[in-house]
């Protein structure tokens, strides 16, 4: 059965952190639904590279966080919050690539 | 146990708070109102320019309801990051708004302003001295960046906040401030645990976020034990659950766990979040590791320039389907049309319907929609500059002739008149670094002043 991840998540969005990181944080309904996605490791920073179309080393962490069951990754932004080039500046709506991703469970 | 209870009346102040939500909170008799007026979030021009984000009438409307009631309780009021960016351009219209509410109501108290920004010697001598280090993923430093720079604020922590308290302080406005410092300091003062008090600042600071629903303008209550504290939110239609909070700890920051600011750094690895009542949650095991060096964020923004804009769209399929080359075609056509003016500009297209909101991160690489909105960008050494290459890449756009165009009037919907707007300077950030230091009471200078029956002594 293909699962998407919006369907079993309660919250998907970007953030800046500070004017020179960008951090996408997953939080899951169920529990168990958090634990099931941790253990299979799909987010990883390949594939967080593969959806942002960035180099991999671009993808600086990323975070398991059980309390919240949640999961964060920290990206470097495309440029300095506000400078020349800029196309969100609080890095609010970046969070798309994430909404569709599903995979056969 | 004793009970240290903090009101935080709102995210930021001037972003409002429902008034009733406020009477709760001091129908409880709080120790302390708190307020963060501060964020990098809205970008580099606010800390650059010197102008806050917010207004005065929607500052003087939550100020006026915080400071009457700090003086009815006769309990500290402390402000953080005053004007948004807190500078002390930023800090000097807050400071007259203080006045004119304390004169408008008759207040009587005692008052003290913290500045926090630098002069461009004492960074340049820190730098040279090696006492300023690159933070995560912004670029290093030069001397260029420094002087380049209009202003430079740090982030203090609570060492100025409790020393201005030790002079006679019931009213503070700080300038830029680590975001729980307002919160934290008064308790720590007291004698409560730092790990636990500014943990609990890091969640008062955003007002009602960490509630559901959550809101940046409404009150949120936070009680600090010796052991532990509890967050509460004032508005019945809201309450904290244990994924509410902890989600919080999440937001805008890079780790969840490990969370460094001025002093030390917060460990929250061990916490435990208890779901106390149905709208009220219990935190405890938050650490605090201050055996690092110790050191406070600088930011500085420096002016790269002045901005003209036009803001137009595009209905027509043979224009949509061939943008990428028309743009290109575009680019040669205005450098040669302004070919013998002698200056440096950035042009730049952003595309809504192909990839306005995302640029590079955009995985899609193709137009869907029916029509695409286009905002001419142009950054130039000067206003007149600016506008005169918006204007050129306007009007050559406006009639350039593409491949098979069949509509041959004009390629460009603008919906006002005048189509080009004038932004103004840009800034950018030119410092965001860690500055060490073991002396934040000197930095960190406070002045002092006393008001009687609403008269300045």
């Known amino acids: 059965m293909r699962t998407k991840l919006r369907d079993i998540a309660s919250v998907i969005r970007s953030k800046n952190s500070g004017p020179y990181e960008l951090t996408l944080d997953i939080l899951f309904k169920r529990t168990e639904d958090?634990?099931?996605?941790?253990?299979?490791?799909?987010?990883?920073?390949?594939?967080?590279?593969?959806?942002?179309?960035?180099?991999?080393?671009?993808?600086?962490?990323?975070?398991k966080f059980p309390q919240a069951k949640a999961i964060k990754a920290t990206i470097v932004r495309p440029c300095g919050s506000g400078d020349l080039g800029e196309r969100d500046v609080y890095g609010a709506q970046q969070h798309a690539p994430l909404m569709n991703l599903e995979w056969e469970d | 146990m004793r009970e240290y209870r903090i009101l935080s009346p709102t995210g930021i102040v001037g972003y409002g708070f429902p008034e009733e939500s406020f009477k709760l909170g001091i129908a409880q008799k709080p120790d302390l109102i708190a307020c963060d007026a501060g964020s990098s979030d809205p970008?580099?021009?606010?800390?650059?320019?010197?102008?806050?984000?917010?207004?005065?009438?929607?500052?003087?409307?939550?100020?006026?309801?915080?400071?009457?009631?700090?003086?009815?309780?006769?309990?500290?009021?402390?402000?953080?990051?005053?004007?948004?960016?807190?500078?002390?351009?930023?800090l000097k219209r807050e400071f007259n708004i203080v006045c004119d509410i304390a004169k408008e109501y008759k207040l009587s108290f005692k008052f003290s302003t913290i500045s926090a920004e630098f002069d461009k010697a004492f960074i340049t001598r820190e730098f040279n001295g090696g006492r300023i280090t690159a933070l995560g993923a912004a670029p290093p430093l030069t001397i260029k960046d420094i002087e380049g720079s209009s202003c430079?604020?740090?982030?203090?922590?609570?060492?100025?906040?409790?020393?201005?308290?030790?002079?006679?302080?019931?009213?503070?406005?700080?300038?830029?401030?680590?975001d729980p410092a307002p919160f934290a300091a008064p308790a720590v003062r007291l004698g409560y645990d730092k790990a636990l008090a500014i943990h609990l600042g890091k969640l008062l600071e955003c007002a009602a976020i960490a509630a559901v629903p959550g809101?940046?303008?409404?009150?949120?209550?936070?009680?600090?034990?010796?052991?532990?504290?509890?967050?509460?939110p004032l508005n019945e239609k809201r309450k904290c659950t244990t994924t509410s909070v902890a989600a919080h700890t999440l937001y805008e920051k890079s780790n969840p766990y490990l969370l460094p600011g001025p002093g030390g750094v917060l460990d929250l690895s061990a916490c435990d979040f208890i779901q106390e009542t149905d709208r009220r949650v219990r935190v405890k095991g938050s650490v605090y590791d201050s055996s690092g060096k110790k050191t406070v964020k600088l930011e500085g923004a420096k002016r790269i320039g002045y901005r003209t804009i036009c803001v137009c769209g595009n209905r027509d399929p043979i224009f949509i389907s061939q943008i990428d080359s028309i743009l290109k075609e575009l680019r040669v056509r205005v450098?040669?049309?302004?070919?013998?003016?002698?200056?440096?500009?950035?042009?730049?297209?952003?595309?809504?319907?192909?990839?306005?909101?995302?640029?590079?991160?955009?995985?899609?690489?193709?137009?869907?929609?029916?029509?695409?909105?286009?905002?001419?960008d142009v950054v130039a050494d000067s206003q007149e500059n600016a506008n005169t290459v918006c204007s050129v890449t306007r009007s050559t756009l406006l009639h350039h002739g593409y491949e098979g165009r069949i509509a041959t009037a004009g390629n460009l919907a603008f919906p006002y008149s005048p189509s080009d707007i004038q932004v103004g300077a840009v800034y950018k950030f030119s410092l965001y670094h860690l500055l060490e230091t073991n002396e934040p009471e000197r930095i960190f200078p406070r002045t002092h002043y006393e008001f009687k029956e609403g008269g300045l002594l």
């Open chain 2, 43 to 90: 970008g580099p021009y606010y800390l650059g320019s010197g102008k806050p984000f917010t207004t005065a009438t929607a500052v003087k409307r939550d100020l006026t309801l915080m400071l009457k009631a700090a003086c009815e309780l006769e309990i500290p009021l402390v402000i953080g990051s005053a004007g948004g960016s807190g500078g002390d351009n930023h």
């Open chain 2, 152 to 178: 430079i604020v740090a982030q203090m922590g609570i060492e100025p906040i409790i020393k201005a308290l030790d002079e006679g302080a019931q009213v503070i406005l700080a300038g830029r401030c680590y």
């Open chain 2, 215 to 232: 809101s940046g303008s409404d009150c949120m209550m936070g009680y600090l034990y010796d052991d532990s504290f509890s967050v509460e």
């Open chain 2, 335 to 376: 450098s040669q049309n302004l070919s013998g003016c002698d200056f440096k500009y950035a042009l730049d297209f952003i595309l809504y319907g192909l990839n306005g909101v995302m640029g590079d991160l955009e995985p899609l690489d193709r137009i869907t929609s029916h029509e695409l909105g286009i905002v001419i």
């Open chain 1, 34 to 63: 958090f634990e099931r996605f941790s253990s299979m490791n799909i987010i990883d920073k390949t594939l967080i590279a593969r959806l942002y179309k960035i180099d991999k080393n671009q993808v600086l962490s990323i975070i």
